[in-house]
């Protein structure tokens, strides 16, 4: 069964924007928690930006702060990561990821990848001139 899938990834120069979407079917259309981790070749996942349905709180990486913007639409089961001010060091696999609870909460968000049960299998950014 397939429960998340994303799409939206490209080639983007620097400085410009994007945005890639997920989704979400299954048990994971219900989580509270979703979000999304970026790789990169030889490396773990690392987070990038979560949002608490209940109560619609949003938190992200410092790295991210002020340029990504993540929401969710229940209604179609959708969740978007809008990119701005792109950087290269922006470049990488993006994966949408959910649970539905312990990853996140009133009290933040946990990126460690072992909090989240349910992952999509990704989609590329690339942020080059």
């Known amino acids: 069964e397939i429960e998340l899938v994303e799409s939206g990834g490209n080639l983007v120069q620097p400085g410009g924007s994007l945005r890639v979407t997920c989704a979400a079917s299954g048990s994971a259309a219900a989580s509270n928690c979703m979000g999304w981790f970026r790789q990169v070749p030889g490396k773990g996942r690392q987070g990038v930006a979560a949002?608490?349905?209940?109560?619609?709180?949003?938190y992200y990486s410092a790295s991210v702060e002020g340029r990504f913007t993540i929401s969710r639409d229940t209604a179609t089961n959708t969740l978007y990561l809008d990119m701005s001010d792109l950087k290269t060091q922006d470049t990488g696999m993006y994966i949408c990821?959910?649970?539905?609870?312990?990853?996140?909460?009133?009290?933040?968000?946990?990126?460690?990848?072992?909090?989240?049960?349910?992952w999509g299998q990704g989609t590329q950014v690339t942020v080059s001139s």
């Open positions: 949002i608490y349905t209940p109560n619609g709180n949003q």
């Open positions: 990821a959910a649970a539905s609870d312990g990853a996140c909460g009133q009290w933040g968000a946990s990126w460690v990848e072992e909090h989240w049960s349910v």
